[in-house]
């Protein structure tokens, strides 16, 4: 059974930052693309970042370029979101999502979501 879990989400001050986490399991990721969907109180989905697992370039919305930063550790499959010089416009429910080719709103796999909030 596939599982991506999402951590470390919370209520944060603008200018503030948070590391969200997202634990994979329950089959081999290698060949997988995997990254962050957030979606906003009355907004569609967004997409916000990407890593393909196995390496490579990673992909950033315009809107969170230079704030955000996308990583993965192989050992422990997890990726890792790096928020920092949050906005409230970041304010939104974050999801991890993996896909043998782009992570989008038609992602293969998702996880259950993590909400981050940004104060002013």
């Known amino acids: 059974q596939v599982q991506l879990v999402e951590s470390g989400g919370g209520l944060v001050q603008a200018g503030g930052s948070l590391r969200l986490s997202c634990a994979a399991s329950g089959r081999t990721f290698s060949n997988y693309v995997m990254g962050w969907i957030r979606q906003a109180p009355g907004k569609e989905r967004e997409f916000v970042a990407a890593i393909r697992w196995s390496g490579g370039p990673t992909n950033y919305a315009d809107s969170v370029k230079g704030r955000f930063t996308i990583s993965r550790d192989n050992a422990k499959n997890t990726v890792y979101l790096q928020m920092k010089s949050l906005k409230p416009e970041d304010t939104a429910v974050y999801y991890c999502?993996?896909?043998?080719?782009?992570?989008?709103?038609?992602?293969?796999?998702w996880g259950q979501g993590t909400r981050v909030t940004v104060s002013p």
């Open positions: 999502a993996a896909d043998p080719n782009f992570v989008s709103d038609t992602a293969l796999y």
